[in-house]
């Protein structure tokens, strides 16, 4: 059972809740920069917080400004986003345009005096990352990103319990993100594939690194409380080999001072396993997605179960009669145990909207929430770079911020 103590006492980030009640009554003035698929899916919660009012939206596609009207009617169309900064009635931007824009819009946004949610990945370099970093340290406003899972309970919970100390030491994290489509989306004609399909060309994207990785690699350090010093992978294209220019099949492999490793996996041409981050430790195993933990000690096989494997591995012949003196590791199989004591609600993206509607109301950053973001995107981008550049890559000096890192709660 998740309480509010658990939320708090894991996430700092949820102090920003701590004035809800003296905030009644006021409001977040918000403007949505590109509401295409995910900006909608964002406006509708948005809509739906009494704390929040949308009052202008920009986009430069006309079916996305319609959509995002139909949800807002009162909101002012721009299709000039330095229009909808220049809006006096506008506190707050959500960023939601594809990744290659996300720089110069966060940067004119903080200098336009808004605070700013933007979207993951936070930007298309590591060096506009940090720009954005040090600009939003230099405007003193708010500065959220779109990493849902540090408003998730499942993952709240899933962590809190590493942290605990409940399953030992962490050994390994095995992050895997499996989709079996092309990410193609159709198009009314071959002139727009660009604008709409900007995932797939690498002037606008870096694929499946800043779209899926950076999410489950936030889950890696925060696990670990700590950022990983090196990163090797290799990435190619596979499968979907029309016109795109990101890869379909990556792996990666992020090392920690410590030897530990947080290993992220991604084909988009085999969904079996879809996707999951598996914290490994010596006493037990988390996997937050599934919303399930499992202890590595399980009661032994009875006696005919385990004939029946050494069966299956042909060891029953060479074996001494009074029993086999090696056992061969095949997969635990026990059922595990459920994270939270009911089905979680939503995967944080709402908690993180309303946490970002307070902030803007009470001018006040929850702590570290940048900061999460800001890792998860140099994390994923430095992978990207590793793969494109086909040799180990240490994390740049120059990029670590001065951060609190992981630190255990009560030392906050
Ligand atoms: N947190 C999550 O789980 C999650 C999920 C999906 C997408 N995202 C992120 O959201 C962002 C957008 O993804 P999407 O799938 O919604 O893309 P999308 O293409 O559906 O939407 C982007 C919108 O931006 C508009 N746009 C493009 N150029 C513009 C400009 N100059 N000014 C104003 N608007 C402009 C487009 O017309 C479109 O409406 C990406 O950064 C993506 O990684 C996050």
């Known amino acids: 059972m998740i309480t509010g103590g658990v939320l708090l006492a894991t996430s700092?980030?949820?102090?920003?809740f701590s004035e809800q009640q003296h905030t009644r009554g006021e409001k977040a003035r918000i403007g949505i920069i590109g509401p295409g698929s995910r900006g909608q899916h964002?406006?509708?919660f948005l809509a739906a917080n009494p704390k929040v009012e949308i009052v202008a939206v920009c986009d430069v596609f006309q079916p996305s400004i319609d959509a995002a009207l139909a949800i807002a009617p009162a909101a002012t169309a721009y299709t000039d986003y330095r229009k909808l900064l220049d809006d006096k009635a506008v506190d707050a931007v959500v960023i939601t345009t594809p990744l290659y824009l996300h720089h110069r819009m966060a940067l004119d946004a903080f200098?336009?005096?808004?605070?700013v949610f933007c979207e993951k990945a936070i930007a298309y370099s590591l060096e506009e990352t940090h720009a954005i970093y040090q600009r939003y340290q230099q405007s003193g406003k708010v500065f959220f990103v779109g990493q849902q899972r540090l408003?998730?309970?499942r993952y709240i919970h899933a962590i809190e319990m590493v942290h605990s100390g409940e399953f030992g030491v962490v050994s390994g994290i095995r992050a895997f993100w499996h989709r079996n489509n092309d990410w193609r989306r159709p198009v009314p004609d071959t002139a727009t594939d660009e604008q709409i399909n900007w995932r797939l060309y690498s002037a606008y994207s870096?694929?499946?690194m800043t779209e899926l990785a950076c999410h489950q690699l936030q889950i890696g350090t925060w696990a670990?409380?700590?950022?990983?010093?090196?990163?090797?992978g290799h990435g190619a294209i596979t499968f979907w080999k029309e016109k795109r220019e990101v890869y379909d099949n990556v792996s990666c492999?992020?090392?920690?001072?410590?030897?530990v490793k947080l290993n992220f996996d991604s084909v988009l041409s085999n969904k079996f396993y879809g996707l999951e981050e598996q914290i490994l430790c010596n006493k037990g195993t988390i996997e937050p997605e599934k919303s399930k933990y499992y202890y590595e000690e399980i009661p032994p096989a009875p006696a005919f179960l385990q004939m029946l494997n050494d069966v299956e591995n042909a060891l029953f012949g060479s074996m001494p009669f009074a029993g086999t003196s090696w056992v061969p590791e095949t997969a635990n199989v026990n059922e595990g145990y459920y994270l939270l004591d009911r089905k979680p609600e939503g995967d944080g993206t709402s908690?993180?909207?309303?946490a970002f509607a307070e902030a803007v109301i009470t001018r006040k950053q929850p702590p570290l929430i940048a900061e999460e973001g800001y890792y998860a995107t140099q994390l994923c981008l430095l992978g990207h770079q590793a793969m494109v550049e086909e040799r180990s890559l240490v994390f740049p000096d120059e990029f670590k911020l001065d951060y609190l890192n992981h630190k255990a709660p009560e030392s906050l």
Do not use: C, T
């Open 224 to 232: 670990m409380r700590e950022i990983p010093d090196k990163v090797m």
């Open 111 to 115: 200098d336009a005096g808004k605070h």
């Open 151 to 153: 408003f998730d309970p």
């Open 206 to 208: 870096k694929g499946i």
């Open 42 to 44: 964002l406006m509708g």
């Open 253 to 259: 492999i992020y090392q920690f001072d410590n030897g």
């Open 12 to 16: 700092p980030w949820f102090s920003a």
């Open 351 to 354: 908690l993180m909207l309303e």
